[in-house]
């Protein structure tokens, strides 16, 4: 399984909380260096919380599920 495929399979599991609120999340790539980049959607864009959902959420699980992801960034 590519690293692409093993985001792809964590971020399906995020998702389902953010829909659960009205958002969601769209990977967008994975750079060689391990760094993601995703783009918010619905209630989570614009969000005031966003940056929240991003470090405590998303880059969180991501990291403790796969090791070799360095950062996560919101893309537009």
């Excluded at 614009?46 to 929240?52: K, R, S, Y």
């Excluded at 403790?64 to 537009?76: G, K």
Aim: hydrophobic content about 40%; charged content about 30%; some cysteine.
């Amino acid at each position: 399984m590519t690293l692409k495929e093993q985001v792809q399979e964590v971020i399906e599991k995020v998702r389902m909380h953010l829909q659960s609120h009205g958002g969601d999340v769209e990977l967008v790539e994975v750079d060689e260096d391990g760094t993601v980049r995703v783009r918010l959607q619905g209630a989570c864009k614009g969000c005031p919380m966003a940056q929240q959902t991003m470090s405590m959420g998303i880059e969180r699980v991501l990291k403790e599920e796969i090791p070799e992801i360095q950062a996560v960034v919101a893309v537009d």
